[in-house]
């Protein structure tokens, strides 16, 4: 079947503009997850979701980040006034069972 | 604190076993995962083991846990080239992963 899906794959951006990044889960996965993972790092948890709301958002960096997942399937990750300590790649996860998480390919996003 | 900690690299010959190693800092992280990712993919989950196992085999993945010392190891039997990726290890605190930095194995033929 189909697993977790990311749009863009790449997205470039000015220092100062927004951008939304968007995460298909796993049709039927009840938790979405979101890192983002430096080069050369492992990645880091920036917050999940059970079905609709924030189960955890304590990994968010500041209030420039924001995540939605309105109708608990498709999330959107927003970053306003981006920065070039922004760049990173950006993966998104699916959970049916909080056991495992699977991971989309990511979105590379670069702040210039 | 909640650093996950593994070496950075790895170096084997094809066909020999590679052993890589992880140390975890939270005694109360129920799961413990490995997971492989290639130049340019994403994450993809190898194996994971309840904490309260000692092993898990899989084909040619062996996990070994130690819970008193915190250390989990990974060792790959017969490692071909398309082994050659970095490893992560990571530790589940509530709902999320925390990951150590990675291992990068590079198996020469």
Redesign the interface.
């Known amino acids: 079947g189909a697993g977790?899906s990311q749009t863009p794959s790449n997205k470039v951006t000015e220092k100062g503009k927004y951008v939304e990044l968007r995460c298909d889960p796993i049709s039927g996965h009840t938790?979405l997850?979101w890192?983002r993972q430096s080069l050369?790092?492992?990645?880091?948890?920036l917050i999940?979701f059970?079905g609709t709301g924030a189960?955890?958002d304590?990994?968010l960096p500041n209030d420039r980040f924001f995540a939605v997942r309105p109708e608990g399937s498709v999330s959107t990750l927003k970053i306003q006034r981006t920065e070039r300590g922004d760049s990173a790649v950006y993966?998104c996860?699916s959970s049916l069972d909080?056991?495992?998480?699977?991971?989309?390919?990511?979105t590379r996003l670069t702040v210039l | 604190g909640e650093d996950?900690e593994q070496s950075l690299f790895l170096s084997v010959r094809e066909g020999d076993s590679s052993v890589i190693n992880c140390t975890y800092t939270d005694s109360s992280s129920t799961?413990l995962y490995w997971?492989k990712q290639e130049p340019g993919?994403?994450?993809?989950?190898l194996t994971?083991i309840f904490s309260n196992m000692d092993m898990k085999q899989d084909q040619r993945l062996t996990v070994l846990l130690n819970k008193k010392d915190k250390h989990l190891s990974l060792r790959i039997a017969d490692t071909q080239t398309g082994d050659s990726a970095i490893y992560?290890c990571?530790e589940r605190q509530?709902?999320?992963?925390?990951?150590?930095?990675?291992t990068e194995l590079s198996v020469k033929p």
């Open positions: 977790v938790a997850y890192y050369g790092q492992g990645p880091e948890f999940y059970q189960a955890d304590s990994g993966l996860a909080a056991d495992t998480q699977y991971f989309g390919p990511g | 996950v799961y997971y993919a994403g994450l993809q989950l994971y992560f990571a509530g709902g999320k992963l925390i990951f150590g930095q990675g």
